[in-house]
């Protein structure tokens, strides 16, 4: 994610994710090694019959390799499961990674379209758009009463997952965070960690997204997630000012600690790696770094996970091996950066 | 099959779908009852678990062979049975809605808290329930056709699917 977009100090990103399935075949569950090769076939036949949708990337998820499967699943193009699943599979992803279409996952259809930032009406927009466009040339299973039919009936009605990822790093200092998902449920909403290399919790970013799919228009189910995302923000902006002024000193040494272990590790775990990104986060948001963006920072999250050391690095690498690449690449990377900004300033 | 957690035969097969993946679990009555009514803990958000939900529902009818019949229930379209679906938490087929219904109506109700879709329609394609059965199973018909090498008849399946889809029929 760019770093931009509105709030995005706090908010990540902002995603939408419709399940759909086709009239004429059994759900992916049910399906032989022949239907999944003809839905496979057929939805990307009638894509490249959409203008517009002739210039997306069309990856066969089933004959990729082990590492690129991994790295679309670090770039949130494709969910775990469809990386390791079996049998015919694929995903068709637009030029700037922001839409994209999996086929033959749970659901025959899982469209997703992504945005930096808490731009949730306009991703709305967009996969609205994309939706009724793949409809006219794809039949999908809707029912009069129940809405799109899915695998899983936890999905059934609008088939929607709206999510917002937030960064709350203060309200995880300030053990406000538990009482914060308490409220959230309580109306329906679902919260979850952000899962790293060993799937443990990664401390401070949290996905807020809809639990409800059915009862409620797409736009009602947009509205309350958007609609509590403001008051986390300023919930997390709080505890933000109050660390500063009860306890600036300690605030920056645990930052400035933070990124200098990042300038100059060795060898570094990918949980350790999240966990002092994140604080170098805050202290971008802070004012207490300046000579770093909100948007390299992003892109380092993405950019030490596994996958992508491994093709920044050409080839297989274990742990240790990953540890020791990803402090190299950090290292090389905050020394130009910090460089590039004290070269500005000059 | 033993009880997970005692020496008791195992009665309930709770499917959890709130991990990453399903997730099965075999319990006698009493561990099961215990199970389904713990508080989940912790910072973990409680989401529904639709195999508690759905044993919950089951148990208010039920009868050990009551339910055994249930179990046996299979979808003419797709061949799922009650039970597959019990444990894997995923349904067979667009028609299992309709076939199962009298169960999955009141475990839609536990979670959505509603039976009624108010969100958007699809515009073009807009067949009855009836007619999308019927492509499920005129595609069957299409693969045998083929693989008995009868051209003739998948190509006459082929029209029929598509006056269907085109919303001609
Ligand atoms: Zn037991
Ligand atoms: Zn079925």
Known sequence: MRGSGPESDIVISSRIRLARNLAEFPFIRRCSPQDRKSIEKMVHDRLQAIPGFNTLYYLRVDELAHVDRQFLTERQLISREHAEAEGARSVAIDNDERLSVMINEEDHLRIQVMKSGLDLHSAWQQINEVDDQLESKLSYAFHERLGYLTACPTNVGTGMRVSVMLHLPALVITNQIEKVFRSLQKINLAVRGLYGEGSQAMGDFYQISNQITLGKSEEELIGQVSGVVPMIIEYERKARDFLITQNREDLHDKISRAYGILCTAQTISSEETMHLLSSVRMGVNLGLIDDLAISDINKLFVETQPAHLQKLRGNELDTAGRNIERALYLRRYLQDRGKEHRDERN | ?169
């Open chain 2, 1 to 169: 099959m033993k009880c997970q957690q005692c020496e008791k035969p195992a009665t309930f097969h709770i499917t959890e779908l709130t991990g990453e993946k399903p997730h099965e679990l075999h319990l006698c009555e009493q561990c099961a009852q215990s199970y389904l009514t713990q508080n989940p803990s912790g910072g973990m958000p409680i989401q529904p678990s639709l195999a508690g939900m759905l044993h919950h529902q089951l148990k208010v009818a039920d009868t050990a062979k009551e339910l055994a019949k249930l179990d046996e229930q299979v979808c003419p379209i797709c061949g799922i049975s009650f039970y597959e679906f019990r444990n894997q938490g995923r349904l067979g087929c667009p028609h299992d809605y309709t076939c199962f219904g009298s169960e999955l109506d009141p475990l839609i109700v536990n979670i959505h808290g509603d039976t009624q879709h108010s969100g958007k329609h699809p515009k073009h394609h807009r067949q009855s329930s009836q007619d999308q059965t019927r492509l499920i199973q005129l595609h069957n018909d299409m693969k045998a056709a083929i693989e008995k090498e009868d051209y003739e008849r998948a190509s006459q399946i082929r029209d029929e699917i598509r006056k269907i889809e085109e919303g001609e029929s």
